[in-house]
DNA sequence: TGTACATCAGTGAACGCGCGTTCACTGATGTAC
DNA sequence: TGTACATCAGTGAACGCGCGTTCACTGATGTAC
């Protein structure tokens, strides 16, 4: 277990972060306000500015951490999931329940997803912080996408379907799950959706 | 068919809600200005507030004729599905073709949906208007929670499923269908993912 | 070890523009007698 | 049919505040010799 030393600078880039992320999670990239963030970091606007060069730097510099956060914790739970089975079919499973345990235990349930909060803001931000989001879902499709042909080779699933789709499901149901949740006040339908859709890619390859 | 007259108050209200919905599905509402709106619209600021009481008050007029739309479209298919079938199973699956399609002829792809807009700017807007979203949430899973229950009894299901979560998962699905729709600039993955669900419903109720 | 300089991590004040909202007023259309 | 009045559907000008951004400056820390 390494320590990461974080300098000053660091720190309270971090901490501008934190703070910037919550808001917009709450209330969308535009009604953030800079002077916001900053009453609530306790530092001046010039220091905010000192860290990012405008306000759309903090947009891309929030989505790199969280597309980067994302891949980390998904990662993680593959490896777990892959130690425990060898079986790409029961592996992806133990990941499906790993994926909603976590979910399950977040103490104020998921705060939002900033790849869809970005999406519905899209004409906000640059071209290149545009490309970001859609980069993050080519990855999942990606990633979901080879784990699911590996089953279907082990399992061939009775109905044909396209994996694509199914990968892409994975996706819609968490960011489908994550408004439903947020809208209905109950965290737990996070959760209960994608174990649903465990049980769903369970059917589907067992029969 | 009767052609509703609309006075010229009316036609203007209309435009403005019309031009208003655009935007803030593109750029969310805290980032679509009044002035915007009134350029497009033809008319001057004060003809917006002669329309609307305040900027929350167009949010929550918006809201409430996505909703009544939404309704209104949902409760065509299923009409137009239990003439087809009698049968509860084949009538909701006739329902989601006919969803599909419909989603699948929008010439630019689903806009967004009001909705899941709204519920990433939460705290926009007043008690009222986040009532309504919770609502609208509700409304879908009594409605399609009815007709799950309705196969249900006629095709138990060999694995245990909570309907009401199965219900919600056709809201999750389109939801995060059409932020990948967006995020990936293809319009088919929204209908594709309806399939999708549709396909899964086919093989729990049917084996 | 001491000194000179560079970089880091900000501060403070000012900027102009755009935002939502208000208010007094007005021409066109509709209604009552 | 003519006139008086009411309502509809706006206009025009002004408001103050908050927004993102810039710029010249500064004390603390780090580095080179």
Redesign the pocket.
């Known amino acids: 277990m390494t320590v990461r030393v974080q ?6 880039r971090k901490r501008i972060m934190d703070l910037a992320q919550d808001a917009v999670l709450q209330k969308g990239f535009a009604a ?5 963030i900053i009453a609530e970091a306790g ?8 860290h990012f060069r ?3 730097d903090l947009a891309k510099a929030m989505l790199q951490r969280y597309l980067d956060d994302e891949w980390t914790v998904f990662d993680g739970l593959f490896k777990q999931a892959d130690e425990l089975s060898e079986d790409p079919l029961h592996s992806f499973l133990i990941f499906l329940k790993l994926f909603a345990d976590l979910m399950a235990d977040l103490p104020n349930g998921h705060p939002g997803c900033l790849v869809a909060s970005y999406v519905y803001s899209e004409h906000l931000f640059s071209r290149d912080v545009r490309t970001m989001t859609t980069e993050g879902h080519l990855i999942w499709r990606k990633r979901f996408g080879e784990r699911l042909r590996r089953i279907a080779e082990r399992y061939p699933p009775k109905t044909q379907l396209d994996l694509d789709d199914l990968a892409d499901m994975l996706s819609a149901v968490a960011d489908g799950g994550i408004i439903l949740a947020k809208s209905l006040h109950n965290p737990m339908l996070l959760p209960k959706q994608i174990l649903l859709y465990r049980s769903l890619i369970k059917a589907t390859f067992l029969g």
């Open positions: 300098s000053k600078g660091e720190q309270t953030t306000s800079i002077d916001e530092i001046t606007k010039s220091g905010f500015f000192y405008d306000k759309n």
